[in-house]
Structures are given as C-alpha cells and as structure tokens.
C-alpha cells in the first residue's frame, strides 16, 4: 500500500501546468496503474475501494471500467455496433462484483469479514457465488460447500436461467479447486464434502438440463455416482451419457439388441427400452 501512496504523490507534480509531455504520460500511466483492478493489489486497497462504492462513493484511486483491459480498441467498439452487442454498464455494482472477483481470486485472508458481513445480508446471487469462491479459495471448502448446500441450492430454483447458471458455475468451480484441476477436484479431499457434494451436483446437472439443455458437465461427480446396476439410478446414467461415457453407451446398446426384438411382444420389454433408448439419445443429442 505504501508504493501506491507514493505512486499517487508523485501525481502532484507530474500533473502541475507546464508539465512536460513526458511527465503527462508518466502522470496518465500512474493513474492508470492506480485505477487498474487485480488480485495482487494489497487487501487494504480493495477492502477501501469496496466499503467507498458501498457507500455510493468514488473509491480513491477510481475504478477503470472493463472496457480498458480491450485489447481490440476501436476494433472491438465496431464490432460491438456491427452485431448490436450491448455491454453493460460500468455502474457501482458492477464495480462492487469487480473489486470482491479480484480478492476471490487473490491471497486476501484478512478480507473473510467482508464476505461473512455480505452472507449475513442476503446478498444478490452474483455475490453469493464469489464468496462461495472465497471461502473455497482461502482454505475453507467445507464453509464453502455449506453455503452451496444451505443457500445456493435454496435459491437456486428462483432465478432466472443467466443467474441460476453463474450460480452452478460458482459452485463448480468453488468445489473444483483454484487451479481447475478436474481429474483431482479438492471435493475430493474433504470426505464430508466428497459424501455429499455429487449429489448436489446431480441437481445442478438436471436443473441445467431442464433450463437450456446445455448443463455443466461434472464428470468428476457423476463418476462418482455411478451405479453398479444402470437401471437402479436412471438419472445418474443419462447424466453419465450426457457426458459421451462410453461405458455406459455400451450397455445402453446390449440392452437395446437384446430387447428390441421382443418389444411388440412384451409390454414390459417396451418400457425397459425406455432408458437405454434415452441414453443413446443423449449421447448422440
């Protein structure tokens, strides 16, 4: 903090009248510097900025809006016109969600208040979702799949499908791991967690699937759910299918060529076929 402190020191006479062209550049690349969001900004820097835009106030140093990170400049600003894509606003929440994804995603252990304060005030569902991430992120998987069990699944079913699927993918990659590591997810490493976590899982899946079709995937979960008998957990095998698992395809086929040519015949046989059928479907579809 104190090399931001002498950073903006510095503005005072970089930025006094007659100041050189170079000092100007140097004073708007300070500024810039300043007002530039990122995980490895010191905690207090964030946590001032967060408290000055809850309170409907311009933090310090200001806030640059996305736009700046935009690599394509005056490109991306003629595309966005070309196909009519709207972005939104830079307002202050925006800039709250901003500043709580750069200590998620950082080493900010003092900033854990600030995320117990925002769980005890029901906060909006974006908000929920990063500090599900923090606490996974600093250590606490269990605080975190708690409020994914207690909260994110409570309100989930209330939202509306852009919402309900950042939650899901908040609570994925919370569970996940910092470092997205899916072939050895940190559920995995708690046993609570790891006891209960695929069946939340399960509900996201079809939750997605109901929605649009195109749910996450959690492979990992769905392994782990796997049934010794296909027919005993029919959820769990189309989810399995979903996922293009070839094991489960090819029992989905034995079963249709051992009862297909009995189907006119057994009425019984006719809906055995049902989920074999329905697990060629989604593998395929």
């Known amino acids: 903090m104190a090399q931001l402190d002498a ?8 930025e006094k009248p007659g100041a050189s062209a170079d000092d100007q550049q140097l ?4 500024r810039d510097h300043l007002s530039s969001l990122s995980p490895r900004k010191p905690t207090p820097y964030l946590l001032a900025a967060y408290e000055a835009l809850a309170r409907g106030e311009s933090p ?3 806030i640059r809006g996305p ?25 202050l929440a925006h800039q709250r969600e901003a500043v709580l994804l ?3 995603n950082g080493d900010h252990p003092t900033a854990r208040p600030l995320f117990e304060r925002l769980i005890a005030d029901r906060p909006t569902p974006k908000m929920l979702g990063l500090a599900i991430r923090y606490f996974a992120n600093s250590g606490d998987l269990r605080e975190s799949y ?3 069990e207690t909260e994110a699944i409570r309100r989930i079913g209330g939202l509306d499908d852009a919402e309900a699927a950042q939650l899901s993918s908040d609570a994925y990659v919370a569970v996940t791991g910092q470092h997205f590591d899916v072939a050895n997810p940190a559920w995995r490493s708690d046993p609570y967690v790891a006891g209960r976590w695929p069946e939340i899982a399960l509900n996201l899946f079809w939750d997605g699937w109901r929605r649009n079709g195109d749910p996450f995937g959690f492979s990992a979960e769905m392994e782990a759910l796997r049934p010794a008998d296909y027919r005993s957990r029919p959820q769990v095998t189309r989810a399995l299918a979903a996922n293009s698992d070839e094991d489960v395809l090819v029992w989905a ?21 049902d ?7 989604s593998s395929f579809g």
């Open 253 to 273: 086929f034995g079963e249709l060529e051992r009862l297909l040519p009995t189907v006119s015949e057994d009425p019984e046989a006719n809906e055995a076929v």
């Open 275 to 281: 989920l074999p059928l329905a697990v060629v479907v």
């Open 7 to 14: 950073l903006a020191a510095r503005l005072v006479e970089l």
């Open 60 to 62: 310090r140093f200001s």
């Open 102 to 104: 750069a200590l998620v």
């Open 67 to 91: 736009e700046a990170n935009r690599e394509g400049g005056a490109a991306d600003a003629l595309t966005d016109v070309i196909f009519n894509i709207r972005r939104p606003d830079f307002d």
């Open 146 to 148: 708690d409020l994914i």
């Open 27 to 30: 004073a708007w690349d300070i």
